[in-house]
Structures are given as structure tokens and as C-alpha cells.
């Protein structure tokens, strides 16, 4: 069955300063795993994706994820933050083979929180 | 463009009474989701749903739970004999089947369900 932890609830990062929000996964195939972020009072919002290819993906407002397989890893980093980036982060994956059965869970979600 | 939508947007009722929660994904979306925040907590997956295919229950908590997609369209939560741990946002997202890469969701506002 396919998982996914996110070890850490909360993260607290001066403004300025690299993030990196972690995330591992299991799954029995090659997995697609994205990244989600939930800003206070709002709906959830798509930030990247990793389906193949190079393992640095880049996304929205300036994030990028870098998937290591030998690590069954996904971390979500960007290399300055910023006081708006604080917000709810999900982790999530998907059995990467392409029955349409293969459902998308979630992490349990980091609480990301910047200071300035 | 519409987006996913859902109804009501919150819903108080009383211990051991039933309520019906409603989702009305984006227009050509096949595949169909269901999943429960509890205040501070992760997604929990409850139900998918994708085209014809019989949907993966395997997240519903209990027997009082079920959902059911009425045309490949419409969706209902229902939850039967309400309980207090039952309170938290259901959280309904839709996708595409994608021709290539994994499928982005699309998430709705949510329904907060309070049980006194």
C-alpha cells in the first residue's frame, strides 16, 4: 500500500533563509508525488508535481522539490523564504502506474512558519 | 472558469442525527475525491471515484459513512448517525484523467461539519 510521512509538524525559518520541508513516501511502483500548500482561510492549492525526468522540479512562487529514489524522498525547498510563504504544506503520491485505480493520499502536512 | 464546488459550506446538527454533504466538481473531471481535515490534522482519504469504475471505499472510517456519484458528475457524503469525533472539513477535489503525467486536484472550499 502506498504512504507518505512528513516527519516534521512544524518548521520555523527566518525570512531569508533557505526552507526545506521534508517528505518520504512508499509506494510498490514509480510514484507520482506532489506538493500542496493550504494558506489560512483558503482552499488547497497545487504547487508541483514530479512525474519523471529530472529530479529538481520547479513550481509555484518559487519552490522547487527534488525527488531521490534511492532515498524514497521528495523535500520541498526554496532558497529564500518569505513571511507570505507560512502556511499548511501537504505532501502527496500516487502509485505511479497508470490504473486509473490508483488513488492520491496525503501527508499528514508540515505547518510552515517564516518570522521576519 | 467554474471550479469545484460545495455544499453547505458549513453544517452544524446534533449527535446521531444523518446529514448529506454535496460536491459538484469541475465540468469533464472523471475522477472524484473525498477527504476529511480534522482541526490541526492531515487529509485523510475517505473515497475516489474515477469514471465508471467501481469506487476505492477503502478510507471510509465506518459503515455510517457512504458516497455515492450520480452521473459521473455529482457527488454526496452521507454520514448516518452523527458523532462528535465525526466533526472536522470534508474536503471534496476532482481531476482529469491525465494523458500524460499524474493528475492535479483541484480542491473545494470544504463543508465544516460541527456535531454538538
Known amino acids: 500500500a502506498q504512504s507518505v510521512a512528513q516527519p516534521e509538524d512544524q518548521v520555523n525559518v527566518a525570512e531569508g533563509n533557505p526552507l526545506t520541508v521534508k517528505c518520504t513516501y512508499s509506494?510498490?511502483?514509480?510514484?507520482?508525488l506532489f506538493w500542496y500548500v493550504q494558506y489560512p482561510n483558503r482552499g488547497l492549492q497545487f504547487l508541483l508535481k514530479y512525474i519523471t525526468g529530472d529530479n529538481l522540479v520547479k513550481g509555484s512562487y518559487g519552490f522547487e522539490a527534488e525527488f531521490n529514489k534511492s532515498q524514497t524522498s521528495f523535500h520541498l525547498k526554496k532558497p529564500s523564504a518569505l513571511v507570505s510563504d507560512s502556511a499548511l504544506y501537504f505532501c502527496?503520491?500516487?502509485?505511479?502506474?497508470?490504473?486509473?485505480?490508483?488513488?492520491?493520499?496525503f501527508g499528514s502536512g508540515t505547518r510552515l512558519s517564516i518570522r521576519p | 472558469g467554474a471550479g469545484v464546488s460545495q455544499s453547505p459550506s458549513n453544517k452544524v446538527t446534533e449527535k446521531g442525527k444523518d446529514v448529506e454533504l454535496r460536491c459538484d466538481p469541475i465540468s469533464g473531471h472523471t475522477a472524484l475525491y473525498w477527504y476529511r481535515q480534522s482541526l490541526g490534522q492531515g487529509l485523510e482519504f475517505l473515497i475516489y471515484?474515477?469514471?465508471?469504475?467501481?469506487?476505492?471505499k477503502s478510507g471510509l472510517p465506518s459503515d455510517r459513512f457512504s458516497a455515492e456519484r450520480t452521473g459521473g458528475s455529482v457527488s454526496t457524503l452521507t454520514i448516518q448517525r452523527t458523532q462528535q469525533e465525526d466533526s472536522a472539513v470534508y474536503l471534496c477535489?476532482?481531476?482529469?484523467?491525465?494523458?500524460?503525467?499524474?493528475?492535479?486536484?483541484?480542491f473545494g472550499p470544504g463543508t465544516r461539519l460541527t456535531v454538538l
Open positions: 477535489a476532482s481531476s482529469s484523467l491525465p494523458t500524460s503525467g499524474g493528475p492535479i486536484q483541484y
Open positions: 502527496a503520491v500516487r502509485d505511479g502506474g497508470y490504473s486509473s485505480a490508483s488513488k492520491i493520499i
Open positions: 509506494v510498490s511502483g514509480n510514484p507520482y
Open positions: 471515484f474515477q469514471g465508471n469504475s467501481a469506487p476505492d
